[in-house]
């Protein structure tokens, strides 16, 4: 009999009649309230439980993205340190006081001869590159000073800014000759011979390697600006103080003269 009535009651509703339609539409109003209520309740469990088993999945995300990050700013680094060195080296190119001089391009170098206050460089370039003793190192500002040590692969600089770094100096504007020296911790320039007192110097002119025969130096490298013309009397000449163009301090790229005075 319960089978007989189940059968009957499943075809009744099968075929669409419409007591069972309204029951079905009753009972839905009647506890669509409640199932959206225990979904509201439950709602925060739920989520909470997926924050939980997905934690591992956005923890590793997040690495893999810090990560990423940490490469791009790398690759920014290396980008910007490319063109700082770029840069550097096309400012070295085409000096225009060099003539037909070969050059070689150096970088200075880190080691015992690294220290300003000896009025010493070590350069990254020796023998290897063609570079021997006596060879001037310029920048596009001027002289920086000569090659007094090689080996093959590195090269000693002695300053411009060395008391006992003496060279031929001229002075652009008059055609002056006169002998100069580094003026040490001062960190300038000296001329205190040949310059006569009637000589129209004054300070802004700019001061060049005289380039006389047998000189230590080529002709026509800017030395830098004279800042200070003194009378001397007793030596009949002046003094003349002078602002190097080079920044020692600054010194990374320079370029080697491939010259050698004359023996």
């Known amino acids: 009999m319960l089978t ?3 059968v009957t009651l499943i075809t009744l509703d099968a075929r669409g009649v419409g007591v069972f339609d309204s029951v079905r539409s009753g009972s839905s109003d009647a506890f669509g309230p409640v199932g959206d209520a225990a979904a509201w309740i439950t709602s925060p469990f739920r989520n909470a439980w997926n924050g939980i088993t997905g934690y591992d999945d956005l923890k590793s995300e997040n690495a893999e993205l810090a990560e990423r990050i940490d490469e791009l700013e790398s690759e920014q680094g290396r980008e910007q340190n490319a063109q700082a060195q770029l840069d550097a080296l096309n400012e ?3 000096l225009g006081f060099i003539g037909e001089i070969p050059t070689q391009i150096a970088r200075v170098a880190s080691g015992p001869f690294s220290n300003f206050s000896d009025y010493r460089l070590q350069l ?3 023998s290897d590159a063609g ?3 006596g060879m001037p190192v310029v920048t596009k500002g ?3 000073g000569r090659i007094i040590r090689v080996s093959s692969t590195r090269s000693v600089v002695q300053l ?3 008391p006992d770094f003496r060279i031929g100096v001229r002075v652009a504007s008059t055609q002056d000759i006169g002998i100069g020296h580094g003026g040490g911790e001062a960190g300038n320039f000296i001329v205190e011979q040949g310059i006569e007192l009637t000589d129209p110097v004054k300070p802004g002119d700019v001061l060049l390697t005289s380039g006389l025969e047998n000189s230590v130096m080529p002709p026509d490298i800017p030395i830098g600006t004279i800042s200070q013309v003194t009378p001397d ?3 009949q000449a002046q003094l003349l103080q002078v602002d190097f163009e080079v920044d020692f301090t600054r010194l990374d790229v320079v370029q080697v003269l491939k010259w050698t005075p004359p023996t």
Do not use: C, F, M, S
């Open 142 to 144: 001027g002289l920086v």
């Open 131 to 133: 570079l021997d003793v």
């Open 160 to 162: 411009a800014t060395d």
């Open 92 to 94: 070295q190119l085409n």
């Open 233 to 235: 009397e007793d030596a």
């Open 124 to 126: 990254d370039k020796g």
């Open 4 to 6: 007989l009535i189940a």
